[in-house]
């Protein structure tokens, strides 16, 4: 009988122990928020999806959120983070400068706040920023359209059209520059000419990284520049949602077809919609940024920020947020084109060659 009690009375407790998760990993001490902005981009389901397995495999419980891209949901979603109780907060914000106030809240609970990607501007409270090197990315952009069109070669002029990110979101002028700091010197000596004129990066600007409003854009630069058989050679896109409305804008206008080729087009992230678009010569490249990389660095963040250590940071000077210079961790961007693309994507395991039909 005594026996039996015991028995009802363990397996009861281990019952309660997993259901209020107090084996330790899901304690209240241990919550991590983590805020995505969307899932309609493949990109950010896949840096949350690499982001919980990763902190749980270290132990913490994680409550992730995705914000439909609308920041009073992702403001609101980081309210309830701070209330359930969550110790550090992982954000990719919609719009870097809008949560300032929720993030004076956190601050006001001792709640510790990564920028994750994308930069938070103007709060004192983010501890640390992790991301790829946006310039950099934009240089490899740049380069790529300066070699497959021989421009160091003295080869020209050809036509570009060129495109920008987000205004809202920080990464798109370092993008835009970066990009801007290899094409601009062709641009001036005439081997690169813009036939739309449209160049300064408010006017080029995407807001919210929109398919549809690329392509809408796209197609007001087909029909007014190259209605009448001018040959447009190179698209500057700073991302793979760009790309793809482009894409679909130049298809509509009979590029594709043997007489008229896609431009160069470049792109950011390897989605597999775009990888797929590269194998078919829609697109050309795409900037490759290992989000689990990046996962693994952002969980070294959290760790020590809990630990009341410092986290290892490899830039303290680029990335100022108008009130503080965060410390940043910036991992490395590469490139994929449809020559390399198996052993970027699928020998490192990122996408199984399935994945990509
Ligand atoms: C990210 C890009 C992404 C873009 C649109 C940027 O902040 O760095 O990887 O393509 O947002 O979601």
Same mark, same amino acid.
């Given at each position: 009988?005594?026996?039996?009690?015991?028995?009802?009375?363990?397996?009861?407790?281990?019952?309660?122990?997993?259901?209020?998760?107090? !084996? !330790?990993?899901?304690?209240?001490?241990?919550?991590?928020?983590?805020?995505? #902005?969307?899932?309609?981009?493949?990109?950010?389901?896949?840096?949350?999806?690499?982001?919980?397995?990763?902190?749980?495999?270290?132990?913490?419980?994680? +409550?992730?959120?995705?914000?439909?891209?609308?920041?009073?949901?992702?403001?609101?979603?980081?309210?309830?983070?701070?209330? @359930?109780?969550? @110790?550090?907060?992982?954000?990719?914000?919609?719009?870097?400068?809008?949560?300032?106030?929720?993030?004076?809240?956190?601050?006001?609970?001792?709640?510790?706040?990564?920028?994750?990607?994308?930069?938070?501007?103007?709060? &004192?409270?983010?501890?640390?920023?992790?991301?790829?090197?946006?310039?950099?990315?934009?240089?490899?952009?740049?380069?790529?359209?300066?070699?497959?069109? !021989?421009?160091?070669?003295?080869?020209?002029?050809?036509?570009?059209?060129?495109?920008?990110? /987000?205004?809202?979101?920080?990464?798109?002028?370092?993008?835009?520059?970066?990009?801007?700091? *290899?094409?601009?010197?062709?641009?001036?000596?005439?081997?690169?000419?813009?036939?739309?004129?449209?160049?300064?990066?408010?006017?080029?600007? *995407?807001?919210?990284?929109?398919?549809?409003? %690329?392509?809408?854009?796209?197609?007001?630069?087909?029909?007014?520049?190259?209605?009448?058989?001018? @040959?447009?050679?190179?698209?500057?896109?700073?991302?793979?949602?760009?790309?793809?409305?482009?894409?679909?804008?130049?298809?509509?206008?009979?590029?594709?077809?043997? +007489?008229?080729?896609? &431009? $160069?087009?470049?792109?950011?992230?390897?989605?597999? &919609?775009?990888?797929?678009?590269?194998?078919?010569?829609?697109?050309?490249?795409?900037?490759?940024?290992?989000?689990?990389?990046?996962? /693994?660095?952002?969980?070294?963040?959290?760790?020590?920020?809990?630990?009341?250590?410092?986290? #290892?940071?490899?830039?303290?000077?680029?990335?100022?947020?108008?009130?503080?210079?965060?410390?940043?961790?910036?991992?490395?961007?590469?490139?994929?084109?449809?020559?390399?693309?198996?052993? $970027?994507?699928?020998?490192?395991?990122?996408?199984?060659? %399935?994945?990509?039909?």
């Amino acid at each position: 009988m005594l026996k039996k009690l015991v028995a009802v009375f363990l397996s009861t407790a281990l019952l309660a122990l997993a259901m209020t998760g107090c !084996g !330790g990993s899901s304690s209240k001490g241990n919550l991590v928020g983590v805020a995505m #902005p969307t899932q309609s981009l493949q990109r950010w389901n896949q840096d949350g999806a690499n982001m919980k397995a990763a902190l749980e495999e270290k132990g913490y419980a994680v +409550d992730l959120q995705y914000a439909n891209n609308d920041v009073n949901t992702q403001i609101q979603q980081l309210e309830n983070m701070i209330t @359930k109780g969550c @110790k550090v907060l992982v954000i990719a914000s919609i719009d870097g400068s809008a949560i300032s106030d929720v993030l004076a809240k956190a601050e006001k609970n001792k709640v510790q706040v990564i920028a994750y990607d994308r930069l938070i501007m103007q709060s &004192p409270n983010v501890s640390y920023y992790a991301t790829f090197d946006n310039f950099k990315v934009g240089v490899i952009q740049g380069q790529y359209i300066e070699e497959k069109l !021989g421009l160091k070669e003295g080869k020209g002029p050809y036509n570009l059209e060129v495109f920008a990110g /987000s205004p809202d979101d920080n990464n798109a002028t370092f993008f835009y520059n970066g990009a801007m700091s *290899i094409l601009k010197p062709y641009i001036d000596s005439g081997k690169l000419v813009v036939p739309s004129g449209q160049m300064d990066f408010t006017t080029v600007a *995407i807001q919210g990284w929109d398919s549809a409003k %690329a392509q809408s854009r796209m197609d007001t630069l087909v029909t007014a520049n190259y209605a009448k058989g001018q @040959k447009l050679d190179v698209v500057l896109s700073p991302n793979d949602s760009l790309a793809i409305g482009i894409v679909a804008s130049l298809k509509n206008a009979g590029y594709g077809s043997g +007489d008229k080729p896609y &431009p $160069i087009i470049t792109g950011q992230d390897c989605d597999k &919609p775009n990888v797929i678009a590269m194998i078919s010569d829609q697109q050309s490249m795409s900037i490759f940024k290992d989000t689990r990389t990046l996962a /693994s660095k952002v969980v070294e963040m959290v760790d020590a920020l809990l630990q009341g250590k410092e986290a #290892p940071v490899n830039d303290t000077k680029t990335y100022d947020n108008g009130v503080k210079v965060v410390p940043s961790f910036l991992c490395d961007p590469v490139y994929a084109d449809k020559t390399n693309y198996k052993e $970027i994507l699928i020998d490192s395991g990122y996408y199984a060659e %399935a994945d990509l039909k």
